[in-house]
């Protein structure tokens, strides 16, 4: 039976988990200027950091979605906020690159097992509103990304480095009891079998697999500007870190309003596919600002790709639900497969960035790198315009 109270009561432990998972996420872009000395490296070695994040995100997202439908989304979810919070805590005692480079993988595989589950769980408690949810878990994380990418900044020059990151790392692990002790049980899967044939399906989907594509070179401006821009406006253009933190923590400040305004209007939307055209080429045409060095321009960078980000990610997520053609009980998965094209792919722009830094310089780096946000606006002409009935 449905209860008003205990369902508000989820929905609010699961967008406190998504702030602090997001948290967790960004901070380490923020305060690598803090951590390089530790490491000796320069930006080849968040590249590098920020790949392993990537790649333990892309590589466990169809697991993920298989663990959600066999054991239900809230276990999943548990599972996932403690590992990547101990992986957190033990980055904090790291004195290693490689070191750190492994326990960001493990971060990045436990948040995979977060996301998917989470839009369900979140859906659920807001009685199958797709959009809403999508948004608001979206939103949530965009407001954890402000508090990770200016918050940390500021935590981490005044404290260190280490005792920042000890910080975010008990706060996951918090989250993590907060939904054991409020998110209602999964309903029992003990008979649950993943049919192999909806399976082939979901992953041989041509609009999925599409879709996903498309979020990868959305995510190109995301991951870069998120992850880099601190570190570019200090080593680059010689700016205070927490001016630099305030600088580029708009790319997450615009999507908390935009993520919320993306799920109402999904319903509505007769034509999706044109709106992922437009935010992937504003997620493109915001590299290319970058490209010209100025604060003025990272700021416009990180405004726009904001505006891009909050709005495209909500219609991509909602719209693999809404492909999904096995089942609700598939639909963590579809969204898993989406994200998993997505992360995987992310694996590359920090390497092909830090490449492009290391042998040009900033401004060819964001030039390239807003050209290879572009070519992912073709997979767009092969959609189908709806995404639903």
């Keep these: 039976m449905y209860d008003p109270l205990k369902s ?3 929905v609010a432990s699961l967008v406190f988990a998504r702030i602090v998972y997001a948290i967790n996420w960004l901070n380490i872009g923020a305060i690598y200027v803090l951590m390089s000395p530790t490491f000796g490296v320069g930006t080849s070695g968040l590249g590098t950091l920020t790949s ?62 977060v996301f998917a589950p989470g839009v369900v769980l979140v859906a659920r408690h807001l009685k199958g509103n797709t959009g809403l949810g999508v948004g608001l878990f979206n939103s949530a994380y965009d407001f954890g990304g402000v508090l990770g990418i200016f918050g940390w900044v500021v935590i981490a020059t005044a404290e260190g480095w280490r005792q920042s990151l000890l ?24 008979e649950f079998r993943v049919k192999a044939e909806s399976l082939k399906r979901i992953l041989m989907s041509r609009q999925l697999t599409l879709l996903g594509l498309v979020t990868f070179g959305l995510s190109v401006g995301n991951v870069l500007i998120s992850s880099f821009m601190v570190e570019y406006l200090v080593n680059s253009l010689h700016y ?43 997620s493109a045409l915001a590299l290319f600002l970058c490209s010209f060095p100025s604060i003025y321009t990272a700021l416009g960078c990180s405004v726009l790709g904001g505006i891009a980000a909050g709005i495209g990610y909500t219609f991509a997520f909602s719209g693999a639900k809404d492909l999904n053609s096995q089942g609700g009980q598939y639909d963590g998965l579809a969204i ?31 030039g390239a790198s807003a050209l290879l946000c572009f070519v992912f606006v073709v997979p767009l002409f092969f959609m189908v315009g709806r995404f639903r009935d």
Excluded at 254 to 262: H, K, R, V
């Design 8 to 10: 508000r009561a989820a």
């Design 52 to 113: 392993a994040f990537y790649l333990g995100l892309g590589l466990m997202q169809i697991p993920g979605g298989l663990l959600t439908a066999k054991w239900g989304p809230k276990r999943v979810v548990v599972l996932g906020i403690f590992l990547s919070s101990l992986s957190v805590l033990g980055t904090a005692a790291s004195s290693s690159l490689m070191v750190t480079a492994v326990l960001r993988f493990l971060v990045g595989t436990g948040m995979a097992c």
């Design 167 to 190: 910080l975010s790392g008990v706060l996951g692990l918090i989250t993590g009891i907060l939904v054991i002790r409020v998110v209602p049980p999964d309903e029992g899967r003990s």
């Design 240 to 282: 205070a870190p927490v001016i630099a933190g305030s600088v580029g923590s708009m790319v997450v400040v615009l999507p908390i309003f935009t993520a919320i305004w993306a799920g109402r209007a999904y319903a509505r939307v007769l034509r999706p596919r044109l709106v992922l055209t437009l935010v992937v080429l504003g």
């Design 336 to 366: 898993s497969w989406v994200n998993a094209i997505q992360l995987t792919g992310d694996f590359v722009p920090p390497l092909f960035y830090t490449y492009f830094v290391d042998s040009t310089g900033y401004s060819a780096a964001w």
